[in-house]
């Protein structure tokens, strides 16, 4: 079945770094490709999308390609903030499935001043 | 203001007691999904709805749970002699509406943890 593996945190950066965090999937088909983000005592919010193979989602500095090559959906930020500190997952929604969404463990972003 | 509203936030109950947890969006949804995340992992889909049927149930949803939709409005999901690994929080989403996010993409309340002891 689809399912999502995405980069084992945590992560500990300081600000102004670069952040990267890995996510490949196994689908059939053509999924749609998510990165939602949890900050601390809040709900999932999606971060950024993308439907298509090459498909640039991007939202607060935030950019991720989808890759059918590589079966990726790598998640890049430039230049991380303390306020980007949160859990960060990676998730797929399969062409058959249409909102039920299959996560990623997710990672845990801590950004230092 | 998330668009979904979730009761109570946390639950802490005895092992074997019932509990239930209530969902409520802000505006109408033909669609709405429970979820499960356990700590340290990913939400898991437990069941849905369209409108007051439920159309799909996970393998995770043990005869124990129980989800309804009796109006096709808020929902509820009970889980009846609870035991220890159900301690987890539960989801409640729907479908995002307005903006350009485009279709699959699901808004989620905060959730309801549950704490079984």
């Known amino acids: ?9 945590p992560v500990t950066l300081s600000e102004e770094a670069f952040l990267t965090i890995n996510c490949t999937y196994t689908a059939t088909g053509y999924p749609s490709l998510f990165w939602y983000v949890q ?9 950024l999308k993308a439907t298509k193979a090459d498909d640039k989602g991007s939202n ?3 950019e991720a390609t989808y890759r059918k090559e590589t079966t990726s959906f790598h998640l890049e930020k430039g230049s991380v903030q303390v306020s980007d500190s949160a859990v960060y997952f990676c998730a797929l929604s399969g062409v058959a499935n249409d909102y039920k969404l299959s ?3 997710g990672t845990t972003v801590t950004v230092r001043a | 203001d998330t668009g979904v509203s979730q009761n109570p936030r946390h639950k802490i109950t005895k092992r074997g007691q019932n509990v239930t947890f209530r969902c409520d969006p802000i505006s109408e949804h033909n669609r709405l999904y429970w979820y499960r995340q356990t700590l340290g992992q990913g939400p898991e889909f437990l069941t849905y709805f369209q409108n007051e049927a439920q ?8 005869d124990r749970f129980s989800a309804e939709r009796p109006k096709g409005s808020f929902s509820t999901l009970e889980i009846q002699r609870t035991e220890q690994g159900d301690s987890a929080m539960y989801l409640c989403a729907v479908p995002h509406t ?5 279709a699959n993409v699901l808004t989620f309340g905060a959730g309801s943890r549950l704490t079984v002891l």
């Not at chain 1, 079945?1 to 945190?9: F, I, L, R």
């Not at chain 1, 900050?39 to 971060?47: D, H, M």
């Not at chain 2, 159309?55 to 043990?62: A, F, H, N, T, V």
Request: hydrophobic letters at 30%.
């Open chain 1, 1 to 9: 079945g689809d399912s999502v593996t995405q980069m084992e945190g």
């Open chain 1, 60 to 62: 607060k500095g935030f």
């Open chain 2, 98 to 102: 307005g903006g350009s996010s485009g």
């Open chain 1, 103 to 105: 996560f990623g463990a």
């Open chain 2, 55 to 62: 159309l799909e149930k996970s393998r995770l949803l043990s």
């Open chain 1, 39 to 47: 900050y601390p005592g809040e709900g999932l919010q999606l971060l």
